[in-house]
């Protein structure tokens, strides 16, 4: 079930200015709420592309390691080093 949350949100000055070039008959957004939302919503993107860039790197070094490097292991080998 989806929860909404009510946020209050106060600028001033320069940032007041800014938002309101965005919004209304001449800006991008109908209102100062659709704004807002698009501004979370990139957020939330930017990291969660993040977080898989940071995976893909991570596989990139694992995958790069030479062939020499890997060694076979049991079950039980992994289990015991994973509990250190």
């Known amino acids: ?6 946020m ?4 001033s000055g320069a940032l007041s200015e800014f938002v309101a070039t ?9 209102n100062v709420s659709e704004y807002i939302r698009d ?5 939330k ?3 969660e592309r993040e977080a898989f860039d940071r995976l ?4 990139n ?3 790069a390691a030479p062939e020499e490097s890997y060694k076979p ?3 039980a080998e992994v289990i015991a080093r994973n509990r250190t």
């Open 1 to 6: 079930m989806s929860r909404t949350t009510t």
């Open 8 to 11: 209050t949100v106060r600028v």
């Open 22 to 30: 965005n919004v209304g008959e001449d800006g991008a957004y109908e």
């Open 39 to 43: 501004l979370i919503r990139r957020d």
């Open 45 to 47: 993107e930017r990291v």
């Open 56 to 59: 893909k790197a991570e596989l």
């Open 61 to 63: 070094r694992a995958f």
């Open 73 to 75: 292991l049991t079950a």
